[in-house]
């Protein structure tokens, strides 16, 4: 019965790595952008939405795994392998989203060859290299059971170096203030850590599970005290969630406001909001559901869904609205729905995590505590 659930899931990761394949060869080669409801006016969708969740995922389960290293942190490091390499599969699924939006993996070795060091765009793609590169160097040392404490505390500098280097660069352009760069060089940061709260919840628990491999007590215990922090956490990301939305959604008088202002009432913002942060900050709230895995697992599974919607609604609050000449015979506000080919973005991004991390969990011995 074990190995035919194994063969199930493998079957389901090719499928997407499959579904990916076919959309990056048409993408790449055969039909080009116009499978993707890209516009002139949305010149973002749902694979920079997923590349952003994705890629801050990443940046703040780095905080996560330097926390037994930079604040010398003992009782985390039983999570501390598998949170490194979580890093890396999450980092390689937003690469898969950025590749397939800029549509050819030469425009990003061009790009990152020929510098303009004052561009915040040149900035986050060396950034994001240098983060990988020092990603497998940590992952190496400790799967040789050996941790460096230099590594360690690099890896948290970076990782907060590209968090903020993404919101300064969605804030730059001045037509755009609903990207307020103040406001998401520190959102970014922020719901990056709680994304990664909710990853480690999720992954760890579910590799305990599938696995058959019982929770000792000092593990029960360890991840009771993640959710607590996951719990305050996610509390203040709801407090930022609801202040962009008082400052920005009621109180702006501008009218480049009025974008996000036409979001609050999309699928996408309350998704976010009642999906991703209420019920989920309800049930940590509870300590029989926060201290049983089942409500561990479904607050965290449902916070990452809901921040997903958040960061496609951030997205397309800024681009809903028309400006300037293109907005010459464009309705006030354009509408958005992701086509297939976006979705399997998405899933193609979403397999190869998968894919990568499990066989790091049956081949690389991520429960592994280095010295």
């Excluded at 869904?305 to 800024?318: I, K, N, Q, T, Y």
């Excluded at 400006?323 to 729905?337: D, H, I, L, R």
Aim: net charge positive; hydrophobic share 60%; charged share 10%.
């Amino acid at each position: 019965m074990k190995a035919i659930k194994i063969q199930l899931w493998y079957g389901l990761l090719l499928l997407g790595i499959l579904l990916g394949l076919l959309t990056a060869y048409r993408v790449l080669i055969s039909t080009g952008f116009a499978l993707y409801a890209k516009t002139d006016i949305l010149v973002w969708t749902i694979p920079i939405a997923a590349y952003v969740f994705f890629s801050l995922t990443s940046t703040g389960l780095a905080f996560v795994s330097s926390i037994p290293v930079v604040f010398n942190a003992n009782r985390y490091q039983p999570i501390e392998k598998r949170t490194a390499f979580l890093e890396i599969s999450v980092l390689m699924a937003a690469f898969t989203c950025l590749l397939l939006h800029l549509g050819s993996p030469w425009n990003a070795i061009y790009f990152l060859f020929s510098p303009n060091f004052a561009s915040p765009l040149w900035w986050l793609g060396m950034l994001y290299g240098l983060y990988f590169i020092v990603l497998l160097l940590s992952f190496w040392r400790m799967h040789t059971a050996k941790t460096s404490k230099a590594l360690g505390i690099f890896t948290f500098i970076i990782a907060i170096a590209t968090s903020t280097v993404l919101g300064w660069l969605f804030g730059l352009p001045d037509a755009r203030p609903v990207f307020d760069a103040n406001f998401l060089a520190m959102y970014f940061p922020l719901t990056g850590f709680a994304s990664a709260l909710a990853a480690v919840l999720l992954f760890s628990l579910a590799y305990h599970s599938f696995a058959k491999v019982p929770l000792s007590e000092g593990d029960k215990n360890l991840y009771n005290d993640i959710s607590k922090l996951f719990g305050v956490v996610m509390a203040f990301t709801l407090i930022f969630f609801l202040w962009r939305t008082i400052v920005a959604g009621i109180s702006a008088s501008a009218v480049e406001f009025a974008g996000f202002r036409h979001m609050l009432g999309s699928g996408w913002y309350h998704l976010a909001l009642w999906i991703g942060l209420v019920i989920p900050l309800l049930l940590i709230a509870m300590p029989a559901v926060r201290n049983a895995t089942w409500g561990k697992v479904t607050s965290a599974a449902l916070f990452l869904v809901g921040m997903f919607a958040g960061r496609l609604e951030m997205v397309l609050s800024g681009l809903v609205m028309p400006t300037g000449p293109k907005a010459e015979g464009q309705p006030p506000f354009v509408s958005y729905w992701p086509t297939i080919w976006e979705v399997f973005v998405f899933v193609f991004a979403l397999a190869i995590l998968l894919l990568v991390y499990t066989l790091g969990e049956r081949n690389l011995k991520l429960a592994e505590v280095p010295e």
